[in-house]
């Protein structure tokens, strides 16, 4: 597939990488020569410097032959632009990131579909959902509904005081429980597990079940459900202020930004909101807004260091749950392996939204989630598929593939080495980084 | 995701013999084109192709799957020394032959004449090649056909195991050119279509050759050697021994293509012509020769060397085109065309042709750097607050790059000052040291025969060919490929 991705950013770079690893034809355009020659030189793909808004640079990458054109420059007039021209231009689908919460109200979308804009995303919002997940479900790291919820993905770190520490997976599953672990993230890398490997302290586990199973879970990982109410928020960021917009009244947010205009035009944006002027990372600042009261704390600042540091001094002061951005993606890894409830990163987000924008042209339904470095598809099974050939265990899977759940007839079931996959189910499957294509061939 | 930032320490030798291995079978499978042509004529040069052939498949199959990586990853330091690694085994299998024929080369000769090959010098170190079987014949064409566009090139377009950023560190490690623009997204693809163009010119080429007087043995050998700008021959007389306008118009056509930006040719070929037209560095190819031209027929007319209509149209062109293409082939009559045209000549050797060609030498490209920084530093000594900008096909370069290509030039004369000197020490006269040093490092191959000193490389003793060798292969894979496995910052964690 021919892949345009204008805007060599955070998004567009990461994106660029990421499908360059997944075999994709791609050709990314910026006006920024030297952020351009680094990935160049060390990718496979190719790259184009000039303006993404140009009708002379975006035909010379070929956006005419594309079959979707990312527009991703910070600005989000560039973005709608230059996916109008390139859509104009003959490119099949565009999708545009913006910064606007009009944008993405669905009275507006004729107007954008008029304009070539196919679709849009919003990573501010998405994560600014995403932190809304985890403060409703404050014992998991990870929450991932499928197919309205007939299963769902979780993602739990497992401490020594979980009732699984010390399993073997395979007793796991003679216990007859019903769910599945499909991916265990051990300190720096993600393994899919077979039935010999063992959960230990400080794993994070990611398994999938169907809705009756999750309190099950709960229990077995030893976690409590707790009742956030008071949430304070460190830095007044885009996400800060969707958050307070899509929240409503369910929670009582405190923001405190270092900023004093930022805080003026948070005041007028954030209504229900309280906005102080101050410097979190003070102590004495922290106390005085009453950091003990809180249940939940969230970083959200520009920087990430200052974000892990700050959701690891809001730990100590016994605040329940801490959400971390964390936009350096090295920085995730560490972060996981620290105390810090949920990691949020903008990137990540923004990226899988737009691998299953691929995948749906792909396959007719599919959804994606994209872990550290781990994905998470839904993808649709067409009859005469290689996986339908016989029983998931004698497909003989990559061992960086399982196959976590199944979608038959809207309902959700687990998969055993018995199961035969059937045309039409919808199958969860996941995989390591780069092995995509190998999805595909399983599938195709 | 994360893992990739883990920048790598110590170098992946097990994986970068693993993938040499690879492309040794490949080599072994180019060999038995040769031991073909010696079946063909009935040649008892066929039991030292099958030997090579087999020995190096062999080799390389035992490295593929003998050694088994623990990782598979392969960052810049791999790719330079990759590909610095292949073109050394390459010669080492590729001599194997000359070694093993009927007239068998010593180590050295024989090391040189393969590195001569691949990196499509042209130098050899036979002073007759008539006595040699046709499969010889063939295979030292065939191996500058093979180094001509690259073997690296080769290998991406072929086996899809390298398509990946590892292997985008050798594609910039092997291609010519300060910047390496790709064609199509995928390295792979681009190697193809390069492959694919490179393939088609070489068909057109044989034809053409063997509708002449050539037959269609000498037609191939011809158009392997040309079209890679490498300048073997069938014949002692290298093609005069054809006598033919026909034969050498067609050739200096073919020279000429091969001095061109194959990616130039690439976007031509899909329809956009004028893409040549608005290229500056194809500009200068074609300004420098007819330039050059000029001033070689006032040479020729002030010596009173003209003879027939072709001494001072065909000769004079084809020389120099054989020259700034860098495959060294020369007219019978050109000794008599006296000193100021050998200067001229090494000029052109200097300059070389495009950037992204078969050819060798500095690369107009990079000439073109150097004037207009030049010309900008000039003008500045009396406007020093003008901002400047070197600008080429319509893009401003910016200055690290302009700061890089002269860096390049530098090391450069120095690579050929340094090669001279160090053949100064094996008894070869100051003149002709220069000479050959510069002749290699250009990749032209140019005999020594041109300052008068011996037939051809022969004449050299065997330490001066290791050092030639050395010299060609620096100057092919552009000098700071191998330059860079000689600082100790490359080995060092």
Not at chain 2, 410 to 420: D, E, H, N, P, Q
């Amino acid at each position: 597939m021919k892949i345009v991705i204008a805007g060599a950013g955070e998004v567009g770079s990461h994106l660029a990488k990421l499908l360059s690893k997944e075999e994709q034809d791609v050709i990314l355009v910026d006006a920024d020569a030297e952020k351009l020659a680094a990935i160049d030189a060390n990718y496979n793909l190719m790259t184009n410097c000039g303006s993404p808004t140009s009708f002379t640079v975006l035909s010379e990458a070929g956006v005419a032959q594309c079959d979707l054109f990312i527009a991703v420059t910070p600005f989000e007039t560039t973005n709608v632009i230059a996916c109008s021209i390139a859509k104009n231009l003959g490119a099949k689908k565009t999708v545009a990131r913006i910064d606007n919460y009009e944008f993405m109200e669905q009275r507006n979308s004729a107007f954008f579909n008029a304009l070539g804009v196919n679709n849009l995303i919003y990573p501010e919002y998405l994560a600014a959902k995403e932190i809304l997940t985890s403060l409703e479900r404050t014992w998991v790291r990870t929450w991932f509904d499928i197919h309205d919820g007939e299963l769902t993905v979780v993602g739990v770190k497992i401490r020594d005081n979980a009732p699984l520490c010390g399993m073997q997976l395979k007793d796991l599953a003679a216990s007859g429980h019903n769910f599945h672990v499909a991916a265990i993230r051990r300190r720096n890398e993600t393994i899919i597990p077979r039935g010999d490997d063992r959960i230990i302290h400080n794993d994070i586990l990611y398994f999938t079940t169907t809705r009756d199973h999750i309190e099950n879970i709960r229990e077995m990982c030893g976690k409590r459900q707790v009742n956030i109410r008071k949430v304070l928020v460190m830095g007044g960021s885009r996400i800060a202020v969707r958050l307070a917009a899509i929240a409503g009244d369910r929670y009582k947010f405190k923001i405190i930004d270092i900023d004093r205009q930022r805080c003026v035009k948070l005041c007028e944006r954030c209504p229900d909101a309280k906005i102080v002027n101050g410097d979190a990372r003070d102590i004495d600042t922290l106390d005085e807004e009453g950091i003990d009261d809180m249940d939940a704390f969230i970083a959200l600042t520009d920087r990430s260091e200052t974000n892990i540091l700050a959701s690891l001094t809001a730990k100590e002061h016994g605040i329940k749950k801490t959400i971390a951005e964390v936009e350096d993606l090295q920085f995730i890894s560490p972060a996981e392996n620290l105390n810090i409830g949920t990691i949020v990163n903008k990137k990540l987000l923004a990226s899988s939204t737009i691998f299953q924008m691929l995948l749906a042209t792909d396959s007719s339904s599919s959804k994606f989630l994209a872990l550290a470095d781990a994905d998470v598809a839904e993808i649709e099974v067409r009859a005469g598929s290689k996986i339908t050939r016989g029983p998931v265990r004698s497909l003989r899977l990559s061992r960086d593939v399982t196959i976590a759940g199944l979608i038959r007839d809207g309902r959700g079931m687990l998969v055993t080495g018995q199961t035969v996959i059937e045309p039409g189910d919808h199958v969860v499957v996941f995989c390591l980084s780069g092995t995509i294509h190998k999805i595909e061939r399983l599938f195709g | 995701m994360s893992r990739q930032h883990i920048r790598l320490t110590t170098i992946n030798f097990p994986m970068v013999l693993r993938v040499v291995g690879w492309l040794l079978m490949i080599e072994g499978a180019f060999l038995v084109l040769p031991l073909m042509a010696c079946a063909a004529y009935g040649e008892t040069d066929m039991e030292a192709f099958a030997i090579s052939a087999v020995a190096t498949a062999l080799t390389g199959l035992l490295m593929t799957f003998g050694i088994r990586p623990s990782r598979t990853d392969m960052g810049k330091r791999e790719g330079f020394l990759l590909t610095a690694l292949v073109w050394v085994f390459f010669s080492a299998f590729g001599m194997l032959p000359f070694m093993l024929c009927s007239h068998p080369l010593e180590l050295s000769d024989a090391f040189f004449e393969a590195m001569s090959g691949f990196t499509t010098t042209g130098a050899s170190a036979l002073t007759s090649v008539e006595m040699f079987s046709h499969g010889i014949l063939l295979w030292r064409c065939l191996m500058q056909w093979i180094g001509g566009m690259g073997i690296i090139l080769f290998t991406l377009a072929v086996i899809p195991m390298l398509n990946h950023s590892g292997g985008m560190q050798m594609f910039n490690a092997e291609v010519t050119g300060i910047t390496h623009d790709k064609l199509r997204p995928r390295i792979s693809q681009t190697a193809k279509g390069l492959w694919f163009l490179y393939f088609l010119l070489t068909a057109i080429l044989t034809l053409l050759l063997w509708i002449g007087p050539m037959d269609f043995f000498d037609s191939l050998c011809h158009a392997f050697s040309s079209i890679s700008t490498g300048g073997y021959s069938t014949r002692d007389d290298s093609i005069g021994a054809w006598n033919s306008a026909y034969v050498k118009l067609v050739i200096t056509i073919f020279m000429f293509l091969g001095g061109v930006n194959f990616g130039l040719m690439y976007k031509a070929m899909h329809g956009n012509l004028r893409c040549f037209w608005r290229n500056d560095v194809f500009k200068a190819y074609i300004r420098i020769i007819l330039v050059f031209y000029i001033f070689f027929v006032i040479a020729i007319v002030g010596r009173g060397q003209v003879t027939d209509l072709s001494s001072f149209t065909l000769d004079p062109l084809f020389q120099i085109i054989s020259t700034i293409t860098s495959t060294g082939l020369t007219v019978n009559n050109f000794e008599s065309w006296g000193t100021f045209v050998l200067a001229l000549l090494f000029l052109l050797m200097f300059f070389g042709s495009c950037a992204g060609s078969t050819s060798g030498g500095a690369k107009i490209d990079r000439i073109l750097f150097l004037l207009k920084n030049s010309g900008n530093e000039v003008y500045r000594c009396i406007h020093p607050n003008t901002m400047m900008s070197v600008r080429i096909n319509d893009k401003v370069i910016a200055p690290d790059v302009v700061s890089k290509v002269i860096a390049f030039l530098c090391i450069y004369v120095m690579i050929i000052a340094a090669g001279g000197i160090l053949l100064t020490a094996f008894n070869i006269p100051l003149v002709d040291a220069f000479f050959s040093s510069f002749s290699c490092v250009s990749n032209t191959g140019l005999g020594t025969g041109v300052t008068g000193y011996g037939e051809s490389y022969a004449i050299i003793p065997s330490s001066g060919k290791w050092v030639l060798s050395l010299l060609m292969l620096t100057g092919r894979l552009e000098i700071f490929t191998v330059l860079l496995l000689f600082t100790p910052g490359f080995w060092r964690k």
